[in-house]
């Protein structure tokens, strides 16, 4: 019954587009992937070396020395949502690289109550149905060195497809860049996200429509307009990975997370906001993983007017054996942010180990 009551909020959401751009259109594409990087509070734009460098940043990639593939599986909203990945990823030669991810954020069977009264007013609940709201990213990588040594940089080319039952569907396009250099056991990484700001084009059905239309007096009169644009963010990174005694590792890293518009971040004006985040990893013998992180620092305010800082800490687990590594991360610990706790798998497998 709970998806029962997130199907007005779905509506609301897809009959309230405007072409504006928006704070948070799909924020979906922002949640992040891989339990390990999930684990360290997503500081992953400096550090990532791996198939799931497409999403973190795609310069990532030319770290790949054979192909690579990766799963995730999440539960959000107490198991309302489910939140799934897929990546590929591959070498091309010594100075470049490609790798596709999948995205897809969703609620399944969720119950339209639109046709609930017949035309004599009477309930009947066989006019009930179900349907989905899913969303899906679907991202293209590539990834070269530049001449400069310590230097590579990536772009991704993205298709949304946002489909809420048979009420609203959309496509959307846009781009990312990222850059990465390293020197002296150092890593930097800048990661410029829909950086030509991505585009949105919602198709709604006008019948469907008008059976809501009514719900609310004087509201939703209207179809809304139907083109929304995501603006650009950027991240920085910055990492250090530490070997002591050969068998152990540390590795710290950091993010600034910035949006250009003002929100509720911890550093917040007209021009940019900004959410600054910290993650390490303890690894024994590149084989047992320990992660901690904190981030999603936020000005929440009381029922009193008072401000609080809000933040998200993250704890995770990882496995490493010939080629297959498992990881686990527990997020929004201790409710500190505004979304319940999840448990988030992933699996990380080089394709080489079935080559031998």
């Known amino acids: 019954m709970k998806k029962a009551f997130l199907f007005p909020l779905l509506l609301v959401c897809a009959f309230n587009y405007s072409q504006a751009v ?38 990532g990639l030319i770290h ?78 590539y990834a070269r060195k530049l001449p400069v040594l310590g230097f590579q940089y990536g772009v991704n080319a993205k298709v949304i497809r946002r489909i809420i039952g048979k009420f609203a569907n959309s496509w959307g396009f846009g781009f990312d860049a990222g850059i990465q250099f390293e020197k002296n056991n150092w890593q930097f990484g800048l990661m410029l996200r829909d950086i030509t700001t991505t585009y949105n084009v919602w198709n709604i059905d006008e019948a469907e429509y008008k059976k809501i239309a009514n719900a609310i007096p004087d509201k ?20 250090k990975k530490i070997i002591i005694h050969y068998d152990y590792s540390i590795l710290a890293a950091a993010n600034i997370n910035m949006r ?6 911890l550093i917040s004006n007209d021009l940019v906001s900004i959410d600054p985040a910290l993650g390490f990893e303890f690894g024994y013998t590149n084989l047992v993983f320990l992660r901690a992180g904190v981030g999603n620092f936020q000005n929440i305010q009381q029922l009193d007017n008072r401000e609080k800082v809000g933040f998200q800490p993250n704890i995770g687990l990882g496995f490493k054996y010939k080629g297959i590594q498992v990881d686990y991360a527990l997020t929004d610990l201790g409710n500190q942010s505004a979304a319940l706790y999840s448990n988030i798998f992933s699996l990380k497998v080089d394709l080489s180990l079935f080559r031998n």
Do not use: C
């Not at 891989?34 to 997503?42: E, F, H, K, P």
């Not at 250009?260 to 971040?265: P, V």
């Open 260 to 265: 250009f518009t003002k929100t509720n971040d």
């Open 64 to 141: 790949l020395e054979d192909n690579q593939v990766s799963l995730m599986h999440a539960n959000y909203f107490a198991n309302i949502a489910q939140y799934d990945y897929m990546a590929y990823g591959s070498p091309i030669d010594d100075q470049s690289a490609w790798g596709i991810s999948l995205i897809r954020f969703g609620v399944d069977d969720i119950l339209n109550t639109t046709e609930l009264i017949d035309s004599q007013g009477n309930i009947d609940y066989n006019r009930i149905s179900l349907f989905s709201a899913a969303d899906y990213g679907f991202t293209f990588s």
């Open 220 to 239: 939703n009169q209207e179809l809304p307009e139907s083109t929304e644009i995501t603006a650009p963010k950027a991240q920085l990174g910055i990492a």
């Open 22 to 59: 928006r704070k948070y259109s799909n924020e979906f594409m922002n949640i992040g992937v891989d339990a390990a990087a999930l684990g360290m509070s997503n500081t992953m734009v400096a550090s990532t070396n791996d198939v799931n460098s497409g999403y973190w940043n795609p310069a």
